[in-house]
């Protein structure tokens, strides 16, 4: 099955900078990348996602880059806020509504002002 | 859309007692989880369905534990008997075009 690791476990950044969170997976059959954010006592949710279709993918100050031939991706937060204070969990899986992501194990970002 | 609901959203119940926690999917989606967060052991999926069918219920801890799809708008996790070491947040979530999201999750504390 799928494996999905990722690092680092803690990060923190003081506010203004950028933040890296990588993840490498193992099943070369994953085509669908999300990131989720959860903030302390509320469920995930999703922030982004990245398709095998594409190399890298921007919403405002958070991005994604995939490199398939690796297996890895990264979620880069820039300009960081201290409300982006929160776990960040990548996973991976198929693009389709059947089967399940597998999901690593966790960042806990903190953001210094 | 609601989203996926959950209920109850806080449960506390005596060691050895049942406890059903419940799960209403977004509609049209064909998979849903339940998924057991804790500090210790952090995110970990117990078991997921699609179209209604257990696919993988590798991750249930033990015969205490069930999960039930009786429908595509409905599913339920029970414990029987409960222990202290069950005390978690239970998310459950639903999958559509690859995306999960989830539920807002059970606070389960058994004392």
């Known amino acids: 099955g799928e494996n999905v690791e990722q690092h680092p476990s803690t990060l923190s950044v003081q506010e203004g900078d950028s933040a890296v969170i990588k993840c490498t997976y193992s099943?070369?059959?994953?085509?669908?990348f999300p990131w989720y954010k959860q903030e302390l006592g509320k469920r995930p949710q999703l922030i982004i996602d990245?398709?095998?279709?594409?190399g890298e993918k921007k919403d405002q100050r958070i991005a994604v880059t995939l490199n398939k031939t690796a297996k890895h991706f990264s979620l880069h937060i820039t300009e960081t806020q201290p409300e982006d204070s929160a776990v960040y969990f990548c996973?991976?899986?198929?693009?389709?509504?059947?089967?399940?992501?597998?999901f690593g194990d966790g960042t806990t970002l903190t953001v210094k002002p | 859309d609601a989203g996926v609901i959950q209920s109850p959203r806080h449960e506390v119940t005596e060691m050895g007692q049942e406890v059903t926690l419940r799960c209403k999917p977004i509609s049209g989606h064909n998979s849903l989880f339940w998924y057991r967060q804790t500090m210790m052991r952090g995110l970990e999926l117990l078991i997921y369905f699609n179209n209604n069918v257990p696919i993988d219920d590798s991750g249930m801890p033990e015969d205490r534990f069930s999960a039930k799809m009786p429908n595509a708008s409905f599913s339920t996790l029970k414990i029987q008997p409960s222990e202290p070491r069950d005390s978690a947040v239970y998310f459950c979530a639903s999958r559509g075009r690859g995306t999960q999201y989830f539920g807002p999750g059970t606070r389960l504390l058994v004392l």
């Open positions: 099943d070369s059959a994953s085509n669908y």
């Open positions: 990245i398709r095998s279709n594409v």
């Open positions: 996973a991976a899986g198929p693009n389709t509504n059947a089967g399940k992501s597998t």
